[in-house]
C-alpha cells in the first residue's frame, strides 16, 4: 500500500508533490522520492524514512522549481512488498530517460524482467516496478511514440497496479494507468494544473471537481488538458483533509476493517496459482532435516498462529506447538536444530517477540518472520522475511494484519505440504480454490454491519463476555474477545467451547453474554450441544452462523460457504465490527484506546 502523487502546472511542483506525499503518509513511508522534469531536465530525489527527510534533502539541493515557468514532477512513498526499503529500491525508478511511480504489485515481473535483460536492459533495484519503466523504453525505442508505447507496456502488465510516467521523450506529458490500487486526477485551481493521487486528501484545497479512476481507465496528462481511455464520471472533492484519510470512514480501525478484502488479495498476489503456492522469498530445502515448527508472537499476531498451529498439523502433517513470547523467552526452552522458528508480528519490533527471535537464531535454529514492516528489527534479524503486505495499519487494535498473517501462514502451511508431499495435487488445488474466495468472505455486508451496529446496544453492560469456539475458531474466539476488551474497556474471554463444563459454565446467568462462534462445517453438533449447555442456565447467547439456531437470543446470520475456513473469515469481521460498534456507542476512543500501544517495544 504505498501513496503516489503528479503534478504539471505553473507553481512550485516540489512544494506541492512534497505536501501531497505528507498527506499520503498514512498510506506507507518506509521511503520517499520525487522526480521533477522542466526544461527537458529530469531531477530525482529520494530518501529512506518519513517525507521529512526527502523534504530536507531537496531544500538542501540547489534545485528550485520557484522560478520556472511550467514543471511537471511524480512523487511517491512507500510500504515494501518487494525489496527492502532502501534509496536504491524507493520511488520514482528510471530507465535512460523515463521515470516512474507504482502502487500495486506487478505480479510477472519476473518474466518481463528476464525478457529485457536479453534485450540488454540493466536493473538496479530489488522492485517489481523497474520493470514498468524498462518495458516502457523497450517499446518507445522501437516506435518512437509515447503513447502508443505506454499502451503496449500496461498490457504486459498483470497484477494491480497505479502508474504515473513522465518522458524526457515528451517532457510535457504525464501518462497514467489505474488497475486494482486507488488513482485519482483533477485539474488544479489554477490554470494548466492537473493533478494525482492515490486518495483525494492530497488534492484537497487545490482542486474543486475530482475523477476517482475505474479499473482499466489510463490515458495522458499534458498541456492540452487530460484525454482518459474512456468515459469517466466527475465527483466534488470532500473539504476535510482528515475525513479523506480515513477514505470517509469514522475511524482507522473501521477502513482497515474494510481493506482487509483488497489487502487479502495483495497478500495473495503472485504466490499462489492455479495448481501450486510459491514463495519467493523461502527455498525449497528450507524443510530439509526440519521435524517440528514452533510459532512464537504475542497478542492477535499469537492468535493467528495458534489459527496456524491447526492449518499446519493438518496440511503439513508436521507437529506444531504455538507460545507466547513473553513466556518462552524465561522458560528455559528446549531448542533443537530440527525446529523451524516462526515469529508473527505486525509491526516486526515487539520486544518480547524480538527477543525469542533471538533467542532461536542464536541457538542455531532457522528462523522466520511474518511481518507487515519489511526493514523492521525482527526482519533484520530472521533468516526469511515473509511480508503480509496488509499497508500501514494505523488502528492499535488490529484487524487487517491478522487476516493477512492468517492468510500468509495458511499458504506456508500448504507450501510446506508440497514440499513434504503430505497433500495431494486435487487437494492442493481445491485448497487454493478456497483460499481465492477468501476476500469475498471477508466483504462486508452493509446488512451484517447494520446488524453488529443495532445490537452493540445490548451488549454494553453485563458482567462478562465468554467468545466461545472450537479447533480453529478458538483462537478466532480468543481474537474476537481480545478486540473487544481492547477498545470497549468491557472484560471478555475467548474459551475452547469444550471447555467450558470444566468451571466457567458455573458463571452462567442472563448477565453472562456468550458470543458463540459455529460454523457449519467444523464441528458444528459439538458447538451446538456446548451452547445449548449454557442457554438451558440462562446465559444470554449471541450465536454468529450460517445456520439459523433459535435457542439464541440475538442471532447473526453469515453467509452459507463450502469450508470452514470462509466461514472462520467472515466470522472475523463480525467480530471486528460487533466490538468497533459497542466501542462507539461507550464512547470510547476506537482508533486509540486507553493504555495500549500500536506497538509495544518495551517488556
Ligand atoms: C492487537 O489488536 C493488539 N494491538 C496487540 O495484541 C498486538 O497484536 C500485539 O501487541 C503484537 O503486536 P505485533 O503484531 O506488532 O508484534
Not at 531537496?58 to 526499503?85: E, L, M, Q, V, Y
Request: with cysteine; charged share 25%; aromatic share 10%.
Amino acid at each position: 500500500m504505498c501513496g503516489i502523487v503528479g503534478y504539471m502546472g505553473h507553481q512550485n511542483s516540489n512544494q506541492i508533490l512534497l505536501d501531497g506525499l505528507k498527506d499520503l503518509e498514512y498510506r506507507g513511508y518506509d521511503s520517499a522520492g520525487i522526480a521533477l522534469l522542466e526544461d527537458g531536465k529530469i531531477n530525482v530525489f529520494k530518501a529512506v524514512g518519513k517525507i521529512k527527510n526527502l523534504e530536507d534533502k531537496i531544500n538542501n539541493s540547489t534545485f528550485d522549481t520557484k522560478n520556472s515557468t511550467f514543471s511537471i514532477g511524480i512523487g511517491h512513498t512507500r510500504w515494501a512488498t518487494h525489496g527492502k526499503p532502501t534509496e536504491l529500491n524507493a520511488h520514482p525508478h528510471s530507465g535512460a530517460y523515463s521515470y516512474v511511480v507504482h502502487n500495486g504489485i506487478i505480479e510477472n515481473y519476473k518474466e518481463i524482467k528476464a525478457e529485457l535483460e536479453t534485450h540488454g536492459h540493466k536493473f538496479v533495484s530489488q522492485t517489481d516496478t523497474e520493470v514498468i519503466v524498462h518495458l516502457f523504453e523497450f517499446y518507445f525505442n522501437q516506435i518512437k511514440d509515447a503513447a502508443k508505447a505506454f499502451k503496449q507496456t500496461i498490457q504486459r502488465l498483470e497484477g494491480a497496479y497505479s502508474i504515473l510516467l513522465i518522458t524526457k521523450s515528451e517532457p510535457n506529458k504525464i501518462f497514467f494507468m489505474k488497475h486494482g490500487s486507488p488513482l485519482a486526477v483533477a485539474y488544479g485551481n489554477n490554470t494548466g494544473e492537473i493533478l494525482f493521487a492515490s486518495s483525494d486528501s492530497p488534492l484537497i484545497g487545490l482542486a474543486s471537481n475530482v475523477v476517482y479512476l475505474e479499473d482499466g481507465v489510463y490515458g495522458i496528462a499534458s498541456t492540452n488538458g487530460l484525454i482518459f481511455s474512456q468515459d469517466v464520471k466527475w465527483d466534488i472533492l470532500p473539504n476535510s483533509k482528515q475525513f479523506a484519510q480515513k477514505d470517509g470512514f469514522r475511524f482507522f480501525m473501521e477502513k482497515e476493517i474494510y481493506e482487509q478484502q483488497d489487502v487479502v488479495t495483495d497478500s495473495m498476489l503472485g504466490r499462489i496459482a492455479d495448481k501450486q503456492i510459491n514463495f519467493d522469498e523461502l527455498d525449497d530445502t528450507l524443510m530439509d532435516g526440519i521435524n517440528e515448527i514452533r510459532i512464537c508472537a504475542c497478542g492477535t499476531s499469537y492468535h493467528a498462529g495458534l489459527t496456524a498451529s491447526y492449518l499446519f498439523e493438518r496440511l503439513s502433517k508436521i507437529r506444531c506447538s504455538i507460545e507466547i513470547a513473553s513466556e518462552f523467552r524465561y522458560k528455559d526452552p528446549l531448542l533443537t536444530k530440527d525446529t523451524l522458528f516462526i515469529v508473527i508480528s505486525q509491526s516486526g519490533e515487539t520486544a518480547d517477540t524480538l527477543e525469542a527471535l533471538k533467542m532461536a537464531k542464536n541457538a542455531g535454529l532457522k528462523t522466520i518472520v511474518v511481518c507487515n514492516v519489511d526493514n523492521s528489527s525482527m526482519t533484520r534479524i530472521a533468516h526469511s522475511t515473509i511480508l503480509t503486505r496488509a499497508g500501514i495499519e494505523k488502528g492499535v487494535a488490529s484487524t487487517k494484519a491478522f487476516s493477512t498473517q492468517t492468510v500468509v501462514l495458511w499458504m506456508m502451511a500448504l507450501y510446506f505440504a508440497k514440499i513434504r508431499k503430505t497433500i495431494t495435487d486435487d487437494k492442493l488445488q481445491e485448497e487454493i480454490r478456497i483460499l481465492r474466495e477468501v476476500p469475498n468472505s471477508l466483504k462486508v455486508e452493509n446488512e451484517v454491519h447494520e446488524k453488529c451496529r443495532r445490537l452493540s446496544k445490548r451488549y454494553l453492560h453485563g458482567h462478562g463476555f465468554f467468545f466461545i469456539g472450537r479447533d480453529v475458531f478458538f483462537p478466532l474466539a480468543l481474537e474476537g474477545a481480545l478486540k473487544l476488551k481492547e477498545i470497549s474497556y468491557l472484560h471478555a474471554e475467548g474459551y475452547p467451547a469444550g471447555e467450558m463444563k470444566h468451571g466457567p459454565i458455573a458463571l452462567a446467568d442472563p448477565e453472562l453474554f456468550t458470543i458463540a462462534l459455529m460454523p457449519q462445517h467444523l464441528h458444528y453438533e459439538k458447538i451446538k450441544s456446548n451452547v445449548e449447555e449454557l442457554s438451558a442456565r440462562d446465559s444470554t447467547i449471541c450465536a454468529i452462523s450460517p445456520l439459523r439456531f433459535d435457542l439464541a437470543d440475538d442471532f447473526i446470520n453469515t453467509k452459507k460457504t463450502d469450508h470452514y475456513m470462509l466461514e472462520f473469515f467472515e466470522m472475523l469481521v463480525v467480530l471486528q465490527l460487533l466490538s468497533m460498534e459497542i466501542s462507539v456507542r461507550l464512547g470510547n476512543d476506537v482508533d486509540m484506546p486507553r493504555n495500549l500501544a500500536k506497538s509495544v517495544t518495551v517488556e
